[in-house]
Structures are given as C-alpha cells and as structure tokens.
C-alpha cells in the first residue's frame, strides 16, 4: 500500500510540474481551455466534500467533525487572506494581473500549502479505504494541471526565467509528495485519527472549491463554464459507482 501511494503521489506531481510545462509551450494559454479543466474540478471537488469526506469523517468523530471541518476551512482562508494575498486561479495568466515579484512568492506560498493538504487526503484516503482514496487522488488530479497553469503565469508575468518557471511547478509537486508522505510516516493510522484527516480536507477543500474556483467560473463571459461544474459533479458520482464496481468485483 505504501509503495502505491507514494506513486499515486508522484503523478499528482507528474501532473503539477505538466501544467507548468504546457504553459511554457506558448505564452498566453487559452482561457476557455482553462476554465472548463476548473469548472470540472470544481464540480468533482466539492461533490467529493460533501458525498464522501464529510459523511466519512462525521462517522469516524460524530459531532466533532463539524469543528474539525471549520478549522480546515479557516486554516487555508487564513494563509490565503492573512498570510499571503488571495490567489484567483486563472487570473494569472494577464499579463497585467501579475506584476510584483513578492506577490508572486506569496501565491507559491498559498499554492504550497494548499499542494501539501492534497498530498495529505490523497495518504489519508488510501489508507482508510483504497476506494476513497482513488476518489479523493481522481479530484486533486483534475485541478493539478490548471494549478501548474496559474502558478507558472505569475511566475512569467513577474518576470522569472523558464527554468525558474518550471522549479516553481515542481515546488507545489514537491509539496504534494510532502504531504504523502507525512501521513506515511505513522504506521497505524486508527479511525478516529483519519477522520480527522478527511475532516479537516474537507473543510480545506470545500473553500478551494466554493472560495477559489467557483468564483473565477462565475466571473466569466463564458456561460458554459458553469454549467460544466454539474458535469464535474457528474463525473464523480459515475467514477465513484465505477470504481465501487470494479474493486468490489
């Protein structure tokens, strides 16, 4: 099990530092293209929250899950409003939307620790249940390469090189890999101590999802970006009915 989570890890990572590289193929990407890849995520993301992660850690922790939740929830508003400046994905790739060299150390450090909680869901889930945690890696993965996207166009649009462009993905991979491998590191991982895990990733992914994505989707000229979050809900509910399928034969 160890071994398939640490490669589940490093193709979040695979994923992270692609996003970057495909940027680098031209300089403007186009924002369509990159609206629906978060208006999908988006969808599968928060349909994964409150299908499977949240009735998950209520059963493992009863009540104390609800606080466990907000603290995940607050955890990442606070890094992203307090400690560093709010990042709108998908904004970056203007060139006037990015311009300052520190506001972009800020949103890698926004970015990072947003990375190490995915890395974390993805240990926690496998560990719990291989079902879950497929479901649980199948989401990240959707929103990794439009993350590899944003952090690469502030990178360009602050002015760094292309090697420093492509450090910078493989930084917020790294992060991932780092929060895999946390939860790694304890061996016997008991209900209670996972369901706080899939608490408080669940709060922590509910504001990515309905803080951060959402509102670049509704933002947008473009009106079928909305509609494709059903789609990504949608996606969920048939990867989880399939996946059920295929592991319980």
Same mark, same amino acid.
Request: net charge neutral; with cysteine; glycine share 10%.
């Given at each position: ?5 640490? /490669?589940?890890?490093?193709? &979040?990572? %695979? ?12 300089? #403007? ?18 349909? +994964? ?9 209520? #059963?493992? +922790?009863?009540?104390? &899950? ?7 929830? &607050? ?13 709108? *994905? ?21 970015? *990072? ?6 890395? /974390?869901? %993805? ?11 497929? /479901? ?5 993965? +959707? ?22 462009? /492509? ?17 790694? %590191? ?38 079928? &970006? ?9 996606? *969920? ?10 592991i319980t034969g």
């Amino acid at each position: 099990m160890t071994l398939t989570v640490i /490669l589940f890890g490093l193709v &979040a990572v %695979i994923a992270e530092v692609l996003g970057g590289a495909v940027l680098l193929t031209r300089r #403007q990407w186009p924002r369509r293209t990159q609206e629906f890849l978060l208006a999908l995520g988006a969808g599968f993301l928060l349909a +994964l929250v409150f299908a499977e992660l949240i009735p998950r850690s209520v #059963q493992a +922790l009863g009540t104390t &899950a609800g606080l466990v939740i907000i603290l995940g929830f &607050a955890t990442i508003h606070f890094f992203e409003h307090t400690v560093v400046e709010h990042l709108h *994905f998908g904004e970056e790739v203007h060139q006037e939307a990015m311009v300052s060299r520190a506001a972009s150390v800020s949103a890698f450090s926004g970015l *990072f620790v947003h990375a190490f909680f995915d890395g /974390l869901s %993805i240990s926690a889930g496998m560990q719990f249940e291989f079902l879950v945690g497929l /479901l649980i890696f199948c989401a990240i993965l +959707l929103h990794k390469v439009p993350e590899g996207l944003t952090i690469a166009s502030i990178m360009l649009t602050a002015g760094y090189s292309r090697r420093t462009v /492509l450090l910078a993905s493989l930084g917020i991979g790294t992060a991932t890999m780092i929060g895999v491998l946390m939860i790694l %590191i304890f061996t016997n991982v008991d209900a209670k101590v996972t369901g706080i895990a899939f608490a408080f990733s669940a709060g922590a992914a509910a504001y990515v999802g309905a803080s951060d994505l959402i509102p670049e989707i509704n933002r947008s000229e473009n009106r079928i &970006a909305p509609i494709v979050v059903f789609g990504g809900m949608l996606l *969920f509910y048939i990867t989880a009915k399939f996946l059920e399928k295929v592991i319980t034969g």
